[in-house]
C-alpha cells in the first residue's frame, strides 16, 4: 500500500503560480509512475501531466503545456507540479496519483491505469 498526501493548494489570482507536492509514503521501495489530475464538479478526472519513475518521461495534457512542469524526487518520495501562467479555468481540485509495474520510463495517461490516489488539494484561479 502506498499513501499519498498533497498540499500546496490554494488561491492565486490569474497569472500567478502555485507549486503542489505529493508526499508518499508506505509501500515506497518499489517503481512507481506518478501522474496528476483534476476535475471539477461533476465531472471525469482529467489527466494533467504525469512523470515515469525515472523522470525521464513526461506527459503534459494540452491545456497546460508550456505553464505546468512536473518533476520528482525518489530520494524524497515526493512529485511536484509547478503551475505558472494561472487561468480561471485551471481552477479544480488536483489530485496526485500512483501506478506501480509501470517499470522506468512509462507514464500513464489514464485514471483507470492507476492504483492510489491521495485526497485532492483545491487550486481556485481568481480572474
Known amino acids: 500500500q502506498v499513501q499519498l498526501v498533497e498540499s500546496g493548494g490554494g488561491l492565486v489570482q490569474a497569472g500567478g503560480s502555485l507549486r503542489l507536492s505529493c508526499a508518499a509514503s508506505?509501500?515506497?521501495?518499489?517503481?512507481?509512475?506518478m501522474g496528476w489530475f483534476r476535475q471539477a464538479a461533476g465531472k471525469e478526472r482529467d489527466l494533467v501531466a504525469a512523470?515515469?519513475?525515472?523522470?525521464?518521461?513526461?506527459y503534459y495534457a494540452d491545456s497546460v503545456k508550456g505553464r505546468f512542469t512536473i518533476s520528482r524526487d525518489n530520494a524524497k518520495n515526493t512529485v511536484y507540479l509547478q503551475m505558472d501562467c494561472l487561468k480561471p479555468e485551471d481552477t479544480d481540485v488536483y489530485y496526485c496519483?500512483?501506478?506501480?509495474?509501470?517499470?522506468?520510463?512509462?507514464?500513464?495517461?489514464?485514471?483507470?491505469?492507476?492504483?492510489?490516489w491521495g485526497q485532492g488539494t483545491q487550486v481556485t484561479v481568481s480572474s
Open positions: 512523470i515515469s519513475w525515472s523522470g525521464g518521461t513526461t
Open positions: 496519483a500512483a501506478r506501480a509495474g509501470f517499470g522506468s520510463r512509462r507514464v500513464g495517461v489514464a485514471s483507470d491505469e492507476y492504483d492510489y
Open positions: 508506505g509501500r515506497t521501495s518499489s517503481s512507481y509512475a
